[in-house]
């Protein structure tokens, strides 16, 4: 190793910690800044690492044909930290990967204090790094600190972006009427740890819909300040009022689309369904899926009670909204995630313009790999652009998308998605020389980006070891 390359990492979250994990496995001697709890954050509740602040879900676990499965499958092959944690605290959640989350942000915070090439400090950056520290990863997440965030554009001149993210509730399940309310997965399907009847569902009748989008609509909301009433949601994280202000039936057609459920309760179909998901290993919380919100608490209390089997809901924690920040990555940003202006300093996680757990976790495995890379004098080659690490790192760092003109967009956040990939003839017959059909080709072009995917990758853990 070079003399005087400790790798310092600013934040412990699942970026950080899994920079860290990795930078540390390969060699590399590791200094993690954690400002929790000397102070706390808008979000987080514990001094945890890895805490997880809104959904408990890791999202599909589908590594043939989901992008974000196969992003698990890619973390996994890589020696992933936050995917071993979550596989070993998952719960029952249906097709998708979902954790108890304060098993799980202990499982992170035991395996990272025990690593013997990890020193942990408990304090607070509020500045660019020290220019000594010449291998640093900035991983603060999207809620930043406003004095870091203020020196980052003041050496870079460009104005950090932002957006909202909301919290989704979570309530106890020993107050849902289970007279009204039932388990059962979308379709009876199968996930990690499941038995296909893992969410528990609450059915609407149109009325009773017609009643709770009124609710919803004219419930108290989150006052903005002034300087937050320019800055967009992400649309893939939606609060649950704003979705229902665009149009009555567009909750029918999101969280609460009925399909794929029968209600052993009733011998009507449902018009529409509210699904709870598991939130811990005891199986005695349960988040509601896809309910973000910026209602106010005591309204939240009401419209919450207006759905069917949860008239005397009891809420272990209520919804909320926090200002997202993130910077201009592809703009700031090299190929290896280095500050343009300041190549010693690295970027990872949502900050980076990424969103979602396991992405925000993946760009930390990119930042610590490519930190331990310089660290050790090693080599510092890029992922596959056809496996979905390299195409969340292409997206962040080439990431400004055309408007079909040649003129660029904003941007913005992004969740992993095929659409990131490079393009993949679709395959004209299945395996047994069959043509294929119809909404099978979609399938089967997915399932051969996947297979391309993690054949790609394959060189590029075996020389990166």
């Known amino acids: 190793m070079k003399e005087n390359q400790t790798i310092h990492i600013i934040g412990a979250g699942l970026a950080g910690s899994e920079a860290a994990w990795q930078a540390a496995n390969a060699g ?20 945890g690492f890895a805490e997880l602040v809104c959904s408990n879900s890791f999202r599909s676990d589908d590594a043939e044909s989901n992008a974000v499965g196969l992003l698990h499958e890619e973390m996994r092959r890589a020696g992933s930290l936050i995917m071993r944690e979550a596989d070993r605290h998952q719960v029952p959640a249906g ?6 989350r304060v098993a799980f942000s202990e499982g992170v915070t035991r395996a990272i204090s025990d690593h013997a090439n990890i020193e942990i400090r408990r304090e607070v ?63 009876d399907k199968k996930g990690p740890g499941g038995d296909g009847a893992d969410y528990i569902n609450c059915a609407m009748d149109e009325e009773q819909y017609s009643a709770f989008i009124d609710a919803l609509i004219t419930g108290e909301k989150t006052e903005f300040k002034d300087w937050e009433k320019s800055t967009p949601y992400f649309e893939g994280c939606l609060p649950v009022e704003v979705m229902a202000e665009r149009g009555r039936e567009t909750l029918r057609f ?3 689309k009925p399909v794929g459920l029968t209600n052993p309760n009733s011998d009507k179909r449902p ?34 009670r207006m759905i069917p089997g949860l008239e005397n809901a009891e809420f272990a924690r209520l919804g909320g909204i926090h200002r997202n920040t993130f910077i201009n990555s592809p703009k700031l940003l090299d190929d290896r995630l280095r500050l343009k202006a300041r190549p010693s300093t690295r970027f990872a996680g949502q900050i980076t313009g990424v969103e979602g757990y396991l992405e925000s976790a993946a760009v930390g495995l990119l930042a610590g790999r490519f930190a331990a890379q310089d660290a050790c004098a090693g080599s510092s080659n890029a992922p596959p652009e056809t496996s979905a690490l390299g195409a969340l790192l292409g997206h962040i760092t080439r990431g400004h998308l055309s408007d079909g003109a040649g003129a660029k967009k904003t941007f913005q956040p992004m969740n992993i998605n095929f ?19 119809g909404k099978e080709k979609g399938r089967a072009k997915k399932r051969a980006l996947s297979r391309r995917a993690l054949d790609d990758l394959a060189p590029w853990l075996e020389a990166s070891k």
Request: charged residues 20%.
């Open 28 to 47: 590399a001697n590791i200094v993690l800044h954690e400002m929790r709890p000397l102070r706390p954050t808008e979000a987080h509740e514990t001094d």
């Open 95 to 100: 097709g998708a990967l979902a954790v108890d």
């Open 125 to 187: 950056i509020e500045t660019l790094p020290p220019e000594e520290w010449s291998n640093v990863i900035i991983a603060t997440g999207p809620l930043t600190a406003p004095p870091l965030a203020q020196a980052i554009h003041n050496l870079t001149g460009e104005d950090a972006l932002a957006f909202f993210d909301a919290i989704a509730p979570i309530l106890h399940k020993d107050s849902i009427n289970f007279d009204v309310a039932w388990f059962q997965s979308r379709y």
């Open 254 to 256: 999101g969280p609460m």
């Open 271 to 304: 018009y529409a369904v509210v699904q709870l998901r598991q939130d811990n290993a005891l199986g005695t919380l349960y988040n509601m899926v896809g309910f973000q919100t910026k209602l106010k608490y005591g309204a939240q209390t009401n419209v919450w």
């Open 419 to 437: 659409g990131l990939f490079p393009d993949i003839a679709t395959p004209r017959n299945d395996a047994e020389g069959r043509r294929i059909k």
